[in-house]
């Protein structure tokens, strides 16, 4: 096997593109009702949720404002360091706001309960979860309220989700082939 970095031959495709697409669109709607009235924030968190957000929001029939936010635990392993890193900080004050943090995927959910403490010292009107694959090894402060699809406890990448920051282009979701 070549050991080329991003490798396609090492992804098998688990979620399709046009599977996607069609759940994203779902989200969309279900999030335009959840918030008939109020300001709405979609705060993402850089990088892996930067495809999954930009479908999103085409999807999101009424006022809104997007945000990022940029924190890391993983660096070059498979396994979360059960470190948090803000490395940017959203500029935009959330109080007041009907925030909605936009995650990739949610494993151990370390990453996500640390980023939920911290936002809730801000006053938001509210807070939600919403992510496009939940594994289901999360031991969670704040249940999504808006999932993608539950995910098989394998290493994913593509449509943002990264290894190694390679894989984050693919249009589909699939598992990265272990080396032989
Ligand atoms: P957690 O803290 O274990 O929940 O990990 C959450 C973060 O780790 C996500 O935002 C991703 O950036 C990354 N991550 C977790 N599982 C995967 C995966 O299967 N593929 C790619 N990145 C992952
Ligand atoms: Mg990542």
């Known amino acids: ?34 918030y008939p009235t109020g300001e709405l924030l979609m705060l ?8 999954f957000l930009a479908d999103l929001v085409r999807h999101i029939s ?8 940029v924190a890391s635990s993983y660096g070059r392993s498979k396994t ?33 309960n640390s980023l939920v403490r911290l936002l809730e010292t801000r006053d938001p009107a509210s807070l939600e979860i919403c992510a496009l694959l939940r594994k289901r090894n999360a031991a969670l402060t704040l249940e999504p309220r808006f999932v993608g699809f539950d995910a098989p406890d394998e290493f994913l990448v593509g449509y943002g989700l990264d290894y190694d920051q390679q894989y984050r282009h693919l249009g589909f979701v699939g598992s990265l082939i272990e080396d032989q």
């Open 44 to 51: 993402g968190a850089l990088k892996g949720s930067f495809i």
């Open 80 to 112: 979360s360091s059960g470190q948090v890193r803000l490395h940017y900080d959203p500029a935009t004050p959330l109080v007041g706001r009907h925030v909605v943090l936009v995650e990739d995927i949610i494993d151990s959910g370390r990453t996500l």
């Open 1 to 34: 096997m070549s050991e080329a970095l991003g490798d396609l031959s090492r992804v098998r495709e688990v979620f399709d593109a046009e599977t996607i697409a069609r759940r994203v669109a779902e989200l969309g709607e279900e999030l335009s009702a959840h």
């Open 62 to 69: 009424r006022p809104l404002e997007v945000e990022f936010l």
